[in-house]
């Protein structure tokens, strides 16, 4: 991938940035937890609990180097 990598969020990879994943969601405690599952395992990403839509990881959108300003659930350049 090209071009300058950005600096990563002031904020642990397994946590979503609020305007992404608001504190108030009902299923936020299992989408973390689908999330935290992935990262642990190293995969690019999860079935969302929910929609079983595929969902990005923080950590394979970190090794990515930079957004791609699509609104990503677990983006890790938003602050």
Excluded: W
């Excluded at 305007?19 to 395992?41: F, G, N, V, Y």
């Amino acid at each position: 991938m090209g071009g300058e990598r950005k600096p990563l969020a002031n904020r642990p990879l397994t946590e979503p940035h609020p305007s992404r994943l608001p504190p108030e969601d009902p299923q936020r405690e299992r989408i973390c937890a689908a999330h935290a599952a992935a990262l642990a395992a190293g995969a690019a990403g999860y079935p969302d609990p929910t929609t079983g839509l595929f969902v990005l990881t923080a950590g394979f959108l970190a090794r990515r180097g930079t957004c791609c300003g699509r609104g990503c659930r677990h983006c890790p350049y938003v602050d």
